[in-house]
């Protein structure tokens, strides 16, 4: 790695604090470790970290009120990570601008393919890895933002004009869960009660279309009751 | 607040009782004069009104009025009280007597069935918390000893050793991480205010989702699917709907000995989904089949091997999320060998535009 990432790991518990500096030391990426929620504020501010590790549930302050305090400075990456959260703190936290979650208990494989997925995705957006031409590669999808085609190898996929706006949304979060809500503000632009069944409808046809096998290994994943991650 | 209601319908049953009780005897009186019925059938209106009510008051009161109306209506003189007759004072007495203990002992049996289904409850309760326990403590015993071996005699083991070691430590962890899951499960869907939340859910973003999750548990194990064509949405709590169908795999992972094919199948009635999980396996010993659901464990059913059972608290989680949801969940052995696990949930009406 030419230059080192700097995480900033925000966790009170001792032992997962050593654990994930350890693996992410391992990994050749540079750690800050931070303890609680002050500790952690002082230390984002003074290091500039790329990326942020951060439990929600710390001893001296709501994990989510520092994510708020992130947003409002900068849009690095964050990861949120706590125990058995519900599908609504999962929204919460995304909605407020985090970029992953993990649950605990975690694997350290899991956590090591969010991080880098979470770097690769700013990345793109900073405009360092952004592939020439707008086009989106995962596998051996591609999707041609200018021509607005999809292709699978060499064949291309027929999506009419809603389902490709979903497709190419969220190839352009790719990495990201993107929350219903966030994909039906960004298509129809208002939300009803319906517009989730529409998206649900739209997507059903989508990974038909891109031949998607239930437990297999697809282009995008389901996050029950929070929404997609491509 | 839910005072008042109780006692105004506890009033109407015994006024309603009375007067069907009254107007039987006046029936008997007018139409066969059998005389002798009459205190019979006003004991059995008391004693009605004392097991369909609240218990002693209502069913004295019924008593005492009973009698009262059969020394004014039914008895010589009519129309007038007349206990001065040596018989009526002695009908009136043993009815009254037979009212009363007849009340005691109504009460008494409510009482002691409320106590019972407690006590049996509470049962439940403590084999659930014995299993529990009995089965934390094993990963437990493995995890501490394996890690105080690696760190206190580290030099010591050879490579393979420390490997067998390290990877029994990171398979009791996650067991138990399951058996965590499991118990939140139970404390969500257990108890009077359940807190599962429904939400429409795809069944086919929501099979994706637990097969991936299974996969990560038991990468060895294929699963053969087969689902419906058609755009399916259910009301469901995910998350513990995802529990059952993991439980159930896994419980076929664990038990099902010899199975080569593990499916799941779901398949369409009207305004039903059926989710199918079958093996090849040997099958659900019968006395184990009756009990499956109810997480009971006894002594003697605990393993003595080192192969523990989580199925008792899994599938019983299962049972307990499908019957909050209004679904119905069984088990049986399937005649050409192995299990099926079947269970039943609503499906919402198909959205009427694209």
Redesign the interface.
């Given at each position: 790695m030419s230059s080192k990432y700097k995480i900033l790991v925000i966790e009170d518990e001792k032992n997962i604090r050593h654990l994930i500096s350890a693996l992410l030391e391992a990994d050749g990426y540079q750690t800050v470790p931070a303890r609680d929620f002050s500790n952690g504020k002082m230390l984002y501010f003074s290091h500039r970290p790329d990326l942020v590790i951060l439990d929600l549930g710390l001893p001296d302050g709501d994990g989510t009120d520092l994510l708020r305090e992130i947003r409002k400075d900068s849009l690095i990456p964050v990861i949120v990570l706590s125990a058995?959260m519900?599908?609504?703190d999962k929204v919460e936290a995304l909605d407020l601008g985090a970029n992953d979650y993990v649950t605990k208990?975690f694997s350290s494989a899991e956590l090591m393919a969010r991080v880098r997925s979470v770097l690769r995705t700013a990345a793109l957006h900073t405009g360092t890895g952004l592939s020439p031409g707008g086009v989106f590669t995962l596998d051996d999808l591609t999707i041609d933002y200018g021509a607005r085609k999809v292709f699978i190898g060499q064949s291309e996929i027929r999506l009419t004009h809603t389902e490709y706006d979903i497709l190419s949304y969220l190839s352009r979060c790719s990495g990201k869960v993107v929350t219903y809500s966030a994909i039906i503000k960004e298509i129809w632009g208002y939300s009803d009660s319906?517009s989730?069944?529409?998206l649900?409808?739209n997507?059903?046809n989508i990974?038909k279309k891109l031949g998607?096998?239930?437990?297999k290994?697809?282009y995008i994943?389901?996050?029950?009751?929070i929404g997609y991650r491509m | 607040m839910k005072k008042i209601p109780r006692l105004l319908t506890d009033a109407a049953i015994t006024v309603a009782l009375l007067t069907a009780c009254f107007v039987l005897c006046l029936l008997i009186q007018t139409v066969s004069g059998a005389h002798a019925l009459i205190p019979a059938v006003f004991i059995l209106g008391a004693f009605l009104t004392a097991l369909s009510t609240d218990g002693y008051i209502c069913g004295m009161i019924s008593a005492l009025a009973s009698v009262f109306l059969f020394e004014f209506v039914f008895e010589l003189p009519y129309f007038r009280l007349n206990f001065t007759v040596t018989d009526n004072l002695v009908t009136s007495v043993i009815m009254i007597v037979i009212a009363c203990i007849t009340c005691t002992l109504t009460t008494k049996i409510k009482k002691q069935e409320a106590l019972k289904s407690q006590s049996e409850m509470e049962k439940m309760r403590a084999d659930l918390l014995r299993a529990v326990s009995h089965d934390l403590r094993t990963p437990l015993t493995t995890i501490y000893g394996a890690s105080s071996a690696l760190l206190e005699n580290g030099s010591g083991l050879s490579g393979v050793q420390k490997q067998k070691m390290l990877q029994s430590i990171r398979e009791d962890?996650a067991w138990l991480?399951r058996m965590v899951?499991n118990l939140?499960s139970i404390t969500r869907v257990d108890g009077a205010n359940v807190r599962i939340?429904k939400?429409?859910?795809?069944l086919?973003?929501?099979?994706?989702?637990?097969?991936?999750r299974?996969?990560k548990r038991c990468p060895e194990q294929e699963?053969a699917?087969d689902?419906p064509d058609e755009?399916i949405?259910i009301q469901m709590d995910?998350?513990l709907i995802?529990q059952v169908v993991i439980n159930i795999l896994e419980n076929a992972v664990c038990h099902a000995e010899g199975m080569t094919i593990l499916c799941l199948k779901v398949s369409v009635l009207p305004g039903k989904a059926v989710f199918e999980i079958s093996d090849n396996g040997c099958g659900i010993a019968k006395e184990k089949l009756r009990n499956l659901f109810t997480g009971y464990y006894q002594a003697e059913n605990l393993p003595s091997d080192n192969k523990r059972s989580n199925a008792g608290i899994g599938l019983s989680v299962c049972a307990a999320i499908i019957r909050a949801h209004g679904g119905t969940i069984t088990a049986e052995n399937r005649k050409n060998g192995g299990a099926v696990f079947r269970f039943i949930l609503d499906t919402e009406e198909a959205?009427d535009?694209?």
């Open positions: 058995r519900d599908e609504s208990p319906g989730i069944k529409k649900q409808v997507m059903a990974r998607a096998k239930p437990g290994k697809n994943e389901n996050e029950l009751g | 962890a991480t899951e939140l939340i939400t429409s859910t795809v086919d973003e929501f099979l994706d989702a637990a097969l991936i299974f996969h699963v699917v689902l755009f949405t995910a998350l995802e959205p535009e694209q």
